[in-house]
DNA sequence: CTGAATCCTTGATGATACTG
DNA sequence: CAGTATCATCAAGGATTCAG
């Protein structure tokens, strides 16, 4: 898909493919501060489908983000955490995820207006 | 879709419905330091439709992080930029970015290979 | 418990032509 | 110049079922 594509948007891309998806941010918000296992993810994110939940996994293993661990064969357990190559992410992520707290609340009082307060 | 979801995804959709378009980071990138007119966006994101252009600067205007000025009636000119609330992003557009640039070096580094370094 | 495989629906994206 | 409108596409997401 993107070949050699060192245009401006290249760096756009790569940010959009490590954190674009439906869930990453969510997951990684879970897993920042403490290792989780498979189980734990999915009952902390009730609405997500098990497909979804490894898929996401498996891409941001695969992106160097976080890692997988087998604990035991038998039971299967399974553990999530960040590498330290993720770590580098956690800077960003707080403050993302703060901004998306305050756009909710400001969502909510404005309703659906939005007061286009220029600069 | 979302009704009442005031639980743990919220604030995540809240991020990712702002942010999470295929070229909306790309053009708040673009409009950060300077507002800018549709022709120079459409220049400086040749691979963008105008279609998808209008449709998220539009998305974004909605959700009060552009504004929009429509300079002369004729020949039209428009011009794009950051609302005073849009610019509370800019402080986590920067690292976000910066990340993705780092990150993009990486990748060509290590081609497909992920060095899996663990905690 | 952890995960793989399949099928299917939908929203997001793109290409193109047209308009004030 | 700055859009609109329409049609086509396509990948992401989701539901379900099966497996080690």
């Known amino acids: ?3 050699e594509q060192t245009d401006s948007t290249a ?21 920042k501060d403490t290792a989780k296992r498979y189980g ?3 009952r902390l994110i009730p ?4 497909k979804m939940l490894i898929q996401q996994l498996r891409e941001l293993e ?10 035991s064969e038998m039971p299967p357990k399974v553990q999530y ?17 703060d901004w998306g707290q305050e756009h909710l609340k400001r969502m909510k009082v404005n309703g ?7 600069s």
Not at 18 to 30: A, D, S
Not at 81 to 97: A, E, V
């Open 40 to 42: 734990e993810l999915k």
């Open 81 to 97: 955490g960040f590498t330290d190559y993720g770590r580098t992410l956690i800077p960003i992520l707080k403050p993302l995820c």
């Open 1 to 3: 898909m993107q070949l």
């Open 11 to 31: 760096f756009v891309q790569a940010t959009l493919k490590v954190l674009g998806g439906k869930w990453k941010l969510l997951i990684l918000w879970h897993l």
């Open 62 to 71: 695969t992106d160097g983000i976080i890692y997988r661990e087998t604990l």
């Open 47 to 50: 609405e997500i489908s098990e």
């Open 112 to 118: 659906q207006n939005n007061t286009n307060s220029k």
